[in-house]
């Protein structure tokens, strides 16, 4: 088992890397300044920021890699028992998080049970939402069908996306096609209105060419698997990376790199970085053998998906305690961090003594050797 987790150790990294970017980008001491690395693109273009999520599907199919196959001599009802169940419940998660914390401040103090958001005002996508239609898809298509299929649906999808993307809308927030079907299914109401209007940037439609990053973690990870943590692991791995970058800035002149409306360019573009970054560990980690500092970063990975939730539901329960006229994380941006640093440093400082926080729990759970899956 030692050997088994030592070989697989950078895969684990990088899933942590991607869980600890992640909180830091959503938690900082105040969205009116950050630095820009740590924001997304406006519309068009891409930054750090706009790697995290895709990456996360990314590690969903590494992690796929390694138990895909066990199903292949199991029944297809224990197949669709696990798959059904875990993407009912990631589904589910992120749904409920929109009622958290289930009530809401009366007048005068005390709480009001009776006034907690609406069903038809109630947003239907999500990140964990898109995560478990992604899982789902990606599970189907790799189970019932072969790599083969797997790479021309890949195919399929980002050129069909393409096509339905130029024929029945634009590139733009307002006249988008993937807008134009989420209103048709679920109206402006089940949203997000984020971005000053109803657009959702994990919409129906845009989900489709999301499968393909975790179909693209499936192929790394199983690539890995076969051929072990080697030169020509990486080297392969390192050229695939350099190709679709190559294919996704010269798409970006006809379909725009845009992680919003989750562009077919926009996948080419964080899986060919995938694909570069994920060699570059397993070269540090499993051949250069520096791995004093990997354990931190394992902490994340090795409970991934309930400390991305925990640090959601922490975040918007700071937001309910008072600490005078303001609530904790603005006290603690303004009054703590703001004493000696600069506005930009002391909202990049929260995030930072935030994300420890949640590491923090995920240290505990790992030495406790708890580990949480849905």
């Excluded at 996360?56 to 590494?62: H, K, P, Q, S």
């Excluded at 809308?169 to 109206?187: E, F, I, P, R």
């Excluded at 657009?199 to 199983?222: C, H, K, M, Q, R």
């Amino acid at each position: 088992m030692a050997e088994q987790q030592s070989r697989y150790l950078a895969l684990d990294v990088f899933r942590g890397m991607t869980i600890c970017f992640m909180i830091i980008v959503n938690s900082p001491g105040s969205w009116d300044i950050a630095y820009g690395p740590l924001l997304h693109a406006p519309w068009h273009g891409f930054t750090p920021t706009d790697l995290v999520f895709p990456s996360f599907l990314f590690a969903v199919g590494n992690a796929m890699a390694f138990v895909m196959h066990k199903f292949e001599n199991q029944p297809n009802s224990l197949f669709w028992k696990k798959t059904l169940k875990r993407t009912f419940l990631i589904f589910l998660f992120g749904y409920l998080m929109y009622w958290f914390p289930f009530f809401r401040e009366a007048e005068g103090g005390g709480l009001n049970f009776s006034e907690i958001r609406p069903w038809s005002t109630t947003r239907i996508p999500g990140v964990l939402q898109r995560i478990a239609l992604c899982y789902f898809f990606a599970s189907v298509i790799l189970h019932f069908g072969s790599k083969k299929f797997a790479l021309w649906f890949s195919v399929f999808a980002l050129l069909a996306y393409w096509i339905i993307s130029y024929a029945f809308g634009d590139y733009t927030l307002a006249g988008n096609a993937a807008l134009k079907l989420d209103l048709w299914l679920m109206g402006e109401g089940h949203l997000y209105h984020g971005e000053g209007v109803a657009f959702d940037p994990e919409g129906l439609l845009s989900t489709l060419p999301a499968i393909v990053n975790v179909i693209a973690g499936y192929f790394a990870g199983d690539f890995i698997r076969r051929l072990g943590n080697n030169y020509e692991t990486i080297s392969k791995l390192m050229i695939a990376g350099a190709v679709l970058i190559l294919v996704a800035l010269t798409w970006d002149m006809a379909f725009p790199i845009n992680k919003k409306l989750w562009t077919s360019s926009f996948v080419l573009l964080t899986v060919g970085l995938d694909l570069i970054i994920l060699p570059v560990l397993i070269y540090i980690i499993e051949i250069y053998h520096a791995r004093k500092w990997t354990y931190f970063f394992v902490v994340f990975g090795r409970n991934p998906l309930f400390i991305y939730l925990l640090s959601e539901v922490l975040l918007i329960s700071l937001y309910i305690i008072p600490v005078g006229e303001k609530r904790v994380p603005q006290w603690l941006n303004d009054d703590v961090f703001g004493s000696f640093a600069s506005p930009v440093n002391a909202s990049f400082l929260f995030a930072f003594f935030f994300m420890l926080t949640n590491w923090l729990v995920g240290y505990i759970l790992d030495r406790k050797k708890i580990y949480i899956k849905v």
